[in-house]
């Protein structure tokens, strides 16, 4: 009797071990995953770096929200063969960027086309993603002339892999700023038969000593990626720094103050106390009456 008791008792709570477990597949059957959306940019500096931007995102409670914290991991494909780059952590805004050896490193296909791909596995609440890459190598050259006293900078388009120029692809030209560039001639510099642009250099753009660093940029090719060359060249308007650090000035520090603010305050602070001194003396005085 008693040993069908503990086998009952045992059946009963295997059983209710088994509901739970149930129970727990049933609810993690039903949370909703969200589907997440990758974003892949390649940009190469000429005799500079080559990167993959990466950006994560998903649509949740109606809004497009950053995902941060995704381990992304990016590969070169080729075929059926893939060779792993490495990864990127993407920040609070949902981007991450990883610097690439240079192209000729990588291996391309039969057609010169390079293929990154990024893979994001996902978790319990964001679903599986991926994106890939496919650009080729293409090249910039770009220098500063003068003509007729007037500077220009002449950049020239073309496939780095067979050596052709690209004719009629669209380059702008800007200066690097701090914040962000300053763009300048058209918004739309077309490149000619021989793959080549020229453009007006502003003469009123200021720089430190002169210098500016000049920039011509292929954007977001479908083709080529994001191709960028850059030239410092003394072609600006020095600017001429006014500072005040060496000058007793009102903005400076403490010890830089101006005289005339020191002699004022330490006058009012003298008479302060002569002030103080003369009513503590009368006041002895009284007491003493």
């Known amino acids: 009797m008693k040993s069908y008791t503990r086998i009952y008792r045992i059946s009963k709570l295997l059983a ?19 589907k ?5 940019q390649y940009v190469k500096v000429m005799d500079g770096e080559v990167m993959i931007n990466l950006k994560a995102s998903s649509r949740i409670g109606r809004q497009n929200v950053a995902i941060t914290g995704a381990h992304i991991m990016i590969s070169n494909e080729v075929g059926e063969e ?6 990127v952590m993407t920040d609070e805004n949902g981007q991450g960027s990883l610097v690439l050896p240079s192209l000729a490193s990588l291996k391309m296909d039969s057609t010169t086309t390079y293929t990154i791909r990024a893979l994001y596995k996902g978790n319990d609440t964001l679903t599986k993603a991926s994106t890939r890459i496919s650009v080729r190598d293409a090249k910039i050259i770009a220098r ?5 006293s007037v500077n220009y900078i002449t950049a020239q ?13 669209s380059l702008f030209t800007q200066v690097d700023r701090l914040i962000r560039p300053l763009k300048f001639g058209k918004d739309f510099n077309n490149t000619d038969e021989e793959g080549s642009i020229m453009v007006k250099i502003p003469d009123d753009i200021p720089g430190i000593d002169g210098n500016l660093l000049l920039e011509v940029v292929l954007s977001e090719s479908d083709e080529y990626g994001t191709v960028k060359a850059r030239v410092n060249a003394p072609v600006g308007v020095p600017v001429v720094q006014e500072s005040t650090f060496d000058q007793r000035t009102m903005w400076g520090p ?15 602070i003298f008479g302060i106390w002569i002030t103080i001194v003369y009513l503590i003396r009368n006041l002895f005085r009284i007491s003493k009456a």
Do not use: W
């Open 16 to 34: 209710l071990v088994f509901c739970l477990a149930l129970v727990q597949m049933l609810q993690a059957q039903d949370v909703e995953k969200h």
């Open 36 to 40: 997440v959306r990758l974003n892949g």
């Open 82 to 87: 893939e060779y792993a780059l490495g990864h």
């Open 144 to 148: 500063v002339i003068e003509k007729d």
């Open 157 to 169: 388009l073309m496939d780095a892999a067979t050596d052709s120029l690209l004719a009629d692809r």
């Open 254 to 268: 403490k010890n830089k103050a101006p005289m005339y603010l020191l002699i004022i305050a330490n006058f009012i």
